[in-house]
C-alpha cells in the first residue's frame, strides 16, 4: 500500500464546527496536517479553531458568510496565501435527510435540500477539483455525510448515503486523469433500544471515532478511490 504523507499537507475542512468537522479537525491536526477550518457557523467555528490552537495546530478559520461560489472560490486563495498548496478536502454534507415520498412539502424539501444543502457540498468539490487540477495537485476530496442524532432512522437518510456514493463514484471517474482521488464516508445506522443516554453517547463517539480514522484511511491510502467507507461501531 503507497501512503501519503499527512504531516506537513494543507487539508481544507468544511462545516469544521460542527461535531464530526470538530473531530476531524484536530485529528489530523495531531498528525501534523495544516488545517483550513470552513464553516457558515462562526460561533461554532470559531470554538474549533481555539481547540485547535490549544494543541498547537498551524491552522486558520474561514467564515463563510454565504455559500456564493465566488466566496467558496476566495477561501481556497485565502488557504493557499496562509497554509500553502490544498492537498486534501473533506466535503462534509450536513444538514437534514432528503424527505421520504409520502412527507408533507416533500417535493419542497427536496428542492430545498438541494439548493441550500448539495449546492455548496457541490460547489466545494468543484473547487477543490479545478484548484488541484491548475496546480497539479496529486490531491484528495473525502465526500462525509453522517446523520442527524435525533433522526438516525429516518429513511430519507438512505438517499443521502446514496446521493454521495454516487456522487464520489462519478467524481472518481472524472478526476482520475488528473491524479485526483476521491472517497466516501459514510455511518452505518446501528439501533439502540436502551434507555441510557450514556450508552448511547458512547456508541456515539464510538461511530465519530470509526468516521474519523475512515478519513484518515481514504486520505492516506494512494489506492482507494471511488469507494464509500461506511463506518460502524465494532
Not at 64 to 74: F, S, T, Y
Not at 95 to 121: C, I, W
Amino acid at each position: 500500500m503507497v501512503v501519503m504523507e499527512i504531516a506537513q499537507s494543507v487539508i481544507l475542512i468544511t462545516a469544521a464546527g460542527s461535531p464530526i468537522g470538530k473531530a476531524i479537525s484536530l485529528h489530523f491536526a495531531s498528525l501534523g496536517a495544516f488545517i483550513a477550518l470552513v464553516d457558515i457557523d462562526k460561533t461554532r467555528l470559531d470554538q474549533t479553531y481555539r481547540a485547535c490552537m490549544a494543541i498547537g495546530a498551524k491552522c486558520q478559520a474561514f467564515h463563510l458568510e454565504d455559500q456564493q461560489e465566488a466566496n467558496i472560490r476566495h477561501i481556497f486563495e485565502q488557504t493557499q496565501q496562509q497554509l500553502g498548496a490544498i492537498d486534501v478536502l473533506i466535503n462534509y454534507w450536513i444538514g437534514t435527510e432528503l424527505p421520504t415520498l409520502f412527507s408533507p412539502y416533500s417535493v419542497d424539501k427536496f428542492s430545498h435540500s438541494m439548493t441550500e444543502l448539495a449546492t455548496t457540498f457541490f460547489a466545494f468539490g468543484k473547487q477543490a477539483a479545478n484548484y488541484m487540477r491548475q496546480h497539479n495537485r496529486k490531491g484528495v476530496i473525502v465526500n462525509l455525510t453522517t446523520h442527524s442524532t435525533e433522526n438516525e432512522h429516518h429513511p430519507g437518510f438512505g438517499g443521502t448515503k446514496a446521493m454521495i456514493s454516487g456522487l464520489t463514484q462519478s467524481w472518481a471517474k472524472e478526476l482520475s486523469a488528473f491524479n485526483i482521488r476521491v472517497g466516501g464516508v459514510a455511518p452505518i445506522s446501528i439501533g439502540c433500544d436502551c434507555d441510557d443516554c450514556q450508552s448511547h453517547q458512547s456508541m456515539n463517539q464510538h461511530l465519530q471515532y470509526e468516521i474519523v480514522r475512515s478519513a484518515e484511511y481514504i486520505v492516506a491510502n494512494d489506492y482507494f478511490n471511488g469507494r464509500t467507507l461506511e463506518a460502524e461501531v465494532s
